[in-house]
């Protein structure tokens, strides 16, 4: 049944209906958008990875109680050429475009050494910047998305405005409105809407880290160099020449562990003499960052083989059995405080109350339950005590739970969580879930009948 959510279809005229079982709160009016891939293969050629689906927007509507559905493609130059030609056109992330079949040989040669395409499909994540929304992927272009008729409004390139190669899916939002993101450059440039803050060394010149997010407090930014790597020299001749992918491009050095960078936000600066390094993992998302007694805190998911390392631990806070030792060489060796851990089980896709609790000490993550990757289960985590809570069905398929808090509320965990769930041969095989984010009990859902493919990020439009 889990293979239904990589199905490929069709996207709607006009919004559907939703039929509702339970009570919608009363305050709760917006839209729920969100990203993911909505096209598996073009003519008779498949995409090859999650990542590389055409994108698709979706948005539930949520007024005086009632639910509406309604979903569109994003009209990137993939999509739009893809339809045109009845082929995979732009290269993505695990499946490569190779030339024209109908053109000559010396065309299709030619063809090859101009070099790959950056794709544009802008499928994992959409979010907003001032008032208006745009759908992004991990390179420099990002689509300008009407959030009402879900109409593709414009591409932006964003090596117009700063010199960068790609930029992560998940940037920060501080409190004064300012967004802040990261990601890789190749060069020096400034513009007048963006600004470089702070740039930070690779610890290999031409093998940059992989990044998909990245921490953020009241005064410091974080950044994990991972040992997933990017070869910028396959990045420019094994993909031009052989028609590689983006993931050929990347490549895995275990033994040079895992670094942490921190720099101050403002004044902006790197600090160079603060060397921190662990052991080697692979990393996808933050889920918070705060400071507390002079300690920076940093949450997140990873998979890794921990290590016990023997020293003077430099950590004091009473609640924490993270230790962080001063090695001979200066280097700060860490090991983590484990909060949530089980056999063939992941806990990802988190989320928190983030307008009130980001860069702020806190105690609750909201995320997807994933057995042998699999997520089958929304989980609730007091990364305070590692209490959890869980909300699963049969057969079906949540997606990443959005926290949205109750107006004037003064818990932390006073909210709902909203996630699209699949659950493939239902009547209705599609519904908005609606949970107390407190209890992690059902308040309502919104069935609709159609089936919804998986969806990776979004955000709530109040």
């Not at 689906?53 to 109680?65: E, I, P, Q, R, T």
């Not at 056109?89 to 024209?100: H, L």
């Not at 996808?284 to 016990?308: C, K, M, P, R, W």
């Not at 932390?412 to 992690?440: C, H, Q, T, W």
Request: proline content about 6%; some cysteine.
């Amino acid at each position: 049944g889990y293979r239904k959510i990589f199905e490929s279809v069709e996207e709607l005229t006009e919004p559907i209906p939703a039929k509702i079982t339970g009570v919608v709160p009363s305050w709760l009016g917006g839209s729920l958008l969100r990203m993911g891939p909505g096209l598996f293969e073009v003519g008779d050629e498949p995409f090859h990875h999650m990542f590389d689906g055409l994108a698709l927007v979706h948005k539930f509507d949520l007024k005086n109680g009632q639910v509406t559905y309604y979903r569109k493609f994003i009209r990137s130059d993939s999509y739009v050429r893809a339809m045109t030609e009845n082929r995979v056109v732009i290269t993505e992330f695990g499946t490569a475009a190779y030339p024209d079949p109908c053109k000559n040989i010396f065309s299709r040669f030619f063809t090859y050494f101009r070099g790959a395409e950056v794709t544009d499909n802008c499928l994992v994540n959409i979010y907003p910047i001032g008032e208006d929304f745009y759908a992004v992927t991990e390179t420099n272009y990002i689509t300008k998305v009407d959030p009402d008729s879900l109409e593709t409004l414009k591409k932006v390139d964003l090596c117009k405005y700063l010199s960068v190669n790609g930029l992560t899916a998940h940037p920060h939002t501080d409190t004064d409105g300012t967004i802040y993101n990261i990601g890789n450059c190749f060069g020096k440039n400034m513009s007048l809407k963006s600004q470089v803050v702070v740039q930070l060394p690779s610890s290999e010149r031409l093998k940059p880290s992989y990044i998909h997010s990245f921490g953020m407090t009241d005064n410091y930014f974080v950044f994990v160099e991972q040992p997933v790597k990017i070869n910028l020299l396959k990045f420019l001749t094994l993909w031009n020449i052989r028609g590689a992918t983006y993931m050929d491009c990347f490549e895995s050095n275990d033994s040079m562990g895992t670094l942490f960078h921190l720099t101050t936000k403002d004044p902006a600066g790197y600090l160079s003499s603060h060397k921190f390094r662990t052991s080697a993992f692979n990393l996808f998302h933050h889920i918070n960052a705060y400071e507390d007694e002079g300690y920076v805190i940093v949450d997140l998911f990873f998979s890794t083989t921990l290590q016990e390392d023997q020293g003077k631990n430099l950590v004091s806070l009473s609640y924490t059995t993270a230790t962080a030792v001063l090695h001979s060489d200066g280097t700060i060796w860490l090991e983590p405080e484990v909060l949530f851990s089980g056999p063939r089980q992941a806990f990802e896709f988190p989320q928190i109350n983030y307008s009130q609790y980001r860069g702020k000490k806190y105690s609750f993550a909201y995320g997807l339950g994933l057995t042998h990757f699999i997520p089958d289960r929304i989980v609730k985590l007091n990364v305070q005590t590692k209490e959890t809570w869980v909300w699963q069905e049969e057969e079906c398929y949540p997606s990443e739970p959005l926290f949205v808090p109750t107006p004037g509320a003064t818990e932390e965990d006073d909210g709902v969580l909203l996630s699209v769930v699949v659950k493939p041969g239902a009547e209705r095989p599609s519904f908005l879930l609606i949970l107390d984010a407190m209890k992690l009990t059902e308040l309502a859902r919104a069935d609709v009948n159609t089936i919804i493919p998986v969806t990776l990020h979004g955000t709530y439009k109040p």
